[in-house]
């Protein structure tokens, strides 16, 4: 059975510098919000709070300046809205995405509904330590998934058809790696620069060069703040579900796994990171990053 500890108790409540006021985080997984949705929120900020909203690194909205007392009813009024109260502890926060392939045309994936699928089974699970999880839809990392607790960077392994390169040199203009060369005609890619960011798949005016596969890279143990560190490679997976089951088999690993009171970025080595690289690389049928 579930133990009602109390809104106050929420994640998702903040208390403020000055301590008889509080901030409210809601929960809006890859930032999105219908335009009734934001009507509403500015409906209850007016209400219960100090009648402004300030929007958050992660794709959220909180609500200041709320009295203790009205918790309960900007709680109802939140829920009723289709915006419930977010977290911030120890716990499972907003999955934050970039557009992905909805309106991005550099995307090689579709971020938002796999930030909404990560969110319906993870959000708010109670961790030894927060886990932010970041989806971008290719390498330029928009959302900077390398430097939270759990990163995803949509990629694309470019092929060149066979004979049929006119050697315009678009894709080489286009290459912000300098991984492609023309020779004698046609287009040579140079794999130990190529990042895997699509670019010249969408910029061959011939169709030339196609996408080998589109697959999503998994990173754990970034972080931001005082002392930054980009997140390890993991694995490699072929799709969205693959993904999902990827990001839950890490949530359960560092919880089973990590200790309070310490980054996770800082205790993966005490934790067998490597060990469990291999482990999950197996069971995603991914690819181990070494």
């Known amino acids: 059975m579930k133990i009602d500890i109390g809104i106050h108790m929420k994640g998702g409540v903040i208390t403020e510098r000055n301590p008889d006021l509080c901030t409210v985080r809601v929960r809006l997984p890859a930032g999105r919000i219908t335009t009734e949705q934001i009507r509403g929120i500015a409906a209850i900020a007016k209400k219960y709070g100090g009648g402004i909203v300030h929007m958050t690194t992660r794709q959220t909205v909180e609500i200041p300046h709320v009295r203790p007392e009205n918790l309960k009813k900007i709680n109802r009024a939140l829920e009723k809205n289709g915006t419930p109260i977010g977290s ?5 926060v ?3 995405a970039c557009p992905g392939t909805e309106r991005c045309k550099f995307a090689n994936i579709d971020t ?3 930030a909404q699928k990560i969110d319906e089974r993870l959000f708010g699970k109670e961790m030894p330590v927060k886990v932010r999880i970041a989806i971008s839809g290719c390498p330029n990392a928009c959302t900077s998934p390398m430097l939270n607790e759990i990163g995803i960077i949509g990629r694309a392994v470019p092929v060149r058809a066979e004979g049929k390169c006119t050697g315009c040199g678009t894709c080489t ?4 790696e300098e991984a492609i060369r023309i ?3 046609t287009c040579v890619l140079d794999e130990t620069k190529c990042v895997q960011c699509g670019v010249c798949i969408n910029s061959c005016p011939y169709s030339i060069i196609v996408a080998k596969n589109r697959h999503f890279l998994i990173t754990v143990g970034g972080r931001r703040g005082r002392h930054p560190r980009v997140g390890r490679e993991l694995t490699t997976v072929p799709d969205a579900d693959s993904a999902v089951a990827a990001v839950e ?3 359960n690993w560092v919880y089973r796994r990590a200790w309070s009171g310490r980054l996770l970025s800082d205790q993966l080595d005490d934790i067998q990171f490597s060990k469990f690289r291999k482990e999950i690389a197996g069971a995603s049928g991914g690819d181990p990053k070494e």
């Open 88 to 92: 911030e502890r120890d716990e499972i």
């Open 94 to 96: 907003n999955v934050i």
């Open 112 to 114: 938002i509904s796999l």
């Open 173 to 176: 203009e286009y290459c912000k």
């Open 183 to 185: 020779r004698r005609g």
């Open 249 to 251: 088999k890490i949530v």
